[in-house]
């Protein structure tokens, strides 16, 4: 009896412990839903957003920001995105969210009429439409359409977040254009400073103030009522910059001069100097314009958080910036590091949001429990006092755990319940009490294990056959959940167990056939490769017989028809869209090749 009393006192002052080491709850409880790919929001209707809205306000959360992509540098160069409009005297740019028939993120334009194996008839789309994509963007056919129809969208995507008390941001990179504003420089006076793979504006420039103004009047007059504009700092435009070509311009020099000393002593080198005190003069701009027009909206900064990235700026944007604008930062290495432990300070006199990943865009083919991970960075920010988290995610059903898992430790952040008690629970309300018990082992290791998962599949790169490859080790526990999940498919008769039951073996048997079709197509890849770089030298015959025996082995129909039967959200009709523009057209591809060789 003693003994179980001393546990009982031990074990109460843990909890005490645990809940003051946590918050009650953190002020901004957020998402952040990432437009670009199409297994993402970039394909979503209103009615996708209606339900994403409430399971959101169900759980809890109280806010929800955008990001929006206007030009800037590598691939993102002609990328603008319509939710925001930078018009300037009468110089539209083009824009439009991805459907099947652009091209980019390394996808291939393709019609639903050449899907693979009548994968097409999966998408219910509009009678005469030839693309998947949100019908803001597969219905328009001019420029104006596509940001009228667009605008529209999130104007009620606005109205339906305040209806359930979330707040609404909307953003874009500052200082980052759309390709057609760089005709305008005069030649005289200095509007942007070449790079090697880009240009950056001169904030002090008339022109480019103007246009950071022009951003912001669209946001103001298009979204009526918008809580937040979110400013971020771009991740690949200052590649190939020269600090030395900017600080000959006299206007910059002065207040590079003035500023420096924010960021000196940090051990920046010189590129970072120049990037903190660039960014210091775009953020006041921006803090200045908005105290005229909007005094009620705030302002918040945004960014990447890799160690060459925001980090390296915030300490001395803290020292520059006035105090009501908020700092939020994405954790670093795709989510799979924490917040810097520095943003501690800067919250006591600011706000400060640090946005963990329910998943990372490396792997939007594959499953992504995340659930430990989230549970850590979420109660980290608790102990470091940030006022908010926001979670960053793309797909909808293959997050929904982590997302009411990260919801939950944002209403109380010491919350002390351990990952094998979260998926029992999880399991027991999805799948039944039976599977509960059987799964729980497997979701706790795949968890525990996903950071260290090699299986890749980078939806901002076109596909290789290296995608999806397991080693031994992976692919033997991925067939021993598979043999378990079919085990209780047969004793399980709840229809609503046994629909997540399939979409689970679907799911993992799905990653097992896109290891195999890869390991059959790499051959062929690699041969056509070796052709091409030699001139078009004659192969050798042996080689070339064995890489076609390997090429007729993969399991690509059973692939496309597995993933195909298993969808249940707009997500995975992004990526059945993707795996066809992706991976189907590469197999088309060796096909030819090797076809052409006899």
């Known amino acids: 009896m003693k ?23 953190f002020t901004i409880r957020g998402v952040l839903p990432w437009h670009n790919f199409l297994s993402g929001p970039s394909a979503w209707n209103l009615e996708d957003y209606r339900q994403y809205l409430d399971t959101c ?24 995105e ?26 291939y334009p393709m019609k639903m009429q050449d899907y693979a194996f009548g994968t097409a008839g999966a998408f219910k789309l509009p009678a005469g439409v030839e693309a998947f994509g949100a019908d803001c963007s597969i219905l328009s056919r ?9 605008q529209a969208l999130m104007q009620q995507v606005l109205q339906l977040a305040h209806e359930r008390g979330m707040q609404f941001a909307m953003g874009f990179e500052f200082g980052v254009l759309p390709p057609e504003f760089f005709s305008l420089q005069d030649g005289q006076s200095g509007f942007y400073w070449p790079g090697e793979a880009n240009m950056i504006p001169d904030p002090t420039h008339p022109l480019s103030i103007q246009l950071l103004y022009a951003a912001i009047d669209n946001i103001l007059e298009t979204y009526k009522g918008v809580d937040w504009i979110w400013l971020w700092l771009n991740e690949h435009s200052f590649m190939g910059v020269d600090p030395a070509r900017a600080l000959q311009q006299p206007s910059f020099r002065a207040i590079y001069d003035q500023n420096i000393s924010l960021f000196a002593n940090e051990g920046a080198d010189e590129k970072t100097k120049f990037i903190g005190v660039w960014s210091l003069q775009y953020l006041r701009l921006a ?27 915030l300490k001395g944007l803290n020292k520059g910036l006035p105090k009501d604008i908020a700092f939020s930062c994405l954790n670093p290495d795709l989510g799979k590091s ?31 429990p995340r659930v430990q991970l989230m549970k850590e960075h979420v109660q980290l920010a608790g102990r470091q006092g940030l006022q908010g988290v926001a979670a960053i995610h793309w797909r909808t059903k293959e997050t929904a755990f982590t997302l009411r898992s990260f919801a939950r430790f944002a ?84 229809p609503a167990y046994r629909r997540e039951l399939e979409w689970f073996r679907s799911t993992f048997r799905f990653e097992l056939l896109l290891d195999e079709t890869g390991r059959c197509l790499e051959p062929a890849y690699r041969l056509r490769a070796k052709y091409l770089q030699s001139g078009g030298k004659p ?31 707009r997500g995975e009709l992004g990526i059945l869209s993707s795996l066809n523009q992706k991976l189907w057209t590469e197999y088309l591809s060796l096909q030819t090749f090797l076809q052409k060789m006899n």
């Not at 306000?57 to 603008?80: D, L, P, S």
């Not at 031994?472 to 399980?492: G, Y």
Request: aromatic share 12%; glycine share 8%.
């Open 539 to 569: 192969v050798d015959p042996a080689a070339l017989q064995s890489a076609r025996q390997q090429f007729e082995k993969a399991p690509v129909e059973q692939l496309f028809k597995t993933f195909a039967a298993k969808q249940q959200s």
């Open 142 to 150: 001019t420029t104006e359409e596509h940001y009228t129809n667009t």
């Open 338 to 368: 924490p917040q810097p432990a520095f943003l501690a300070e800067i919250s006591k006199n600011r706000v400060v949001m640090a946005i963990p990943w329910l998943e990372g865009d490396h792997q939007l083919w594959h499953y992504q």
């Open 411 to 494: 209403k109380d952040a010491g919350d002390l319940a351990a990952l094998p008690a979260l998926y029992f629970e999880y399991l027991t309300e999805t799948c039944g009490p039976l599977a509960a018990h059987t799964l729980t082992p497997f979701f706790v290791e795949m968890d525990t294990l996903a950071c260290q998962r090699g299986s890749l599949s980078p939806e901002y790169y076109a596909y290789t056959p290296q995608w999806g490859a397991l080693n031994l080790q992976e692919r033997a526990r991925m067939q021993k959940l598979i043999v378990n999940l079919e085990s209780l498919l047969q004793k399980v008769r709840e």
């Open 57 to 80: 306000a169900k759980a809890g959360i109280n806010f929800i920001g955008f990001h929006n992509y206007t030009g800037g540098g590598e691939r993102y160069a002609t990328y603008v």
């Open 82 to 107: 319509p939710m925001i409009k930078m018009q300037y005297r009468g110089l539209t740019p083009a824009a439009s969210f991805d459907n099947s028939l652009t091209a980019r993120w390394g996808y």
């Open 287 to 313: 803090k200045e314009y908005l105290q005229r027009k909007a005094p009620d909206v705030k302002l918040m900064l945004g960014g990447w958080g890799g160690g060459n990235q925001l980090p390296l700026l």
């Open 3 to 25: 003994r179980f009393c001393i546990c009982f006192l031990l074990l109460f002052c843990i909890v005490l412990i645990g809940k003051a080491q946590g918050t009650s709850g």
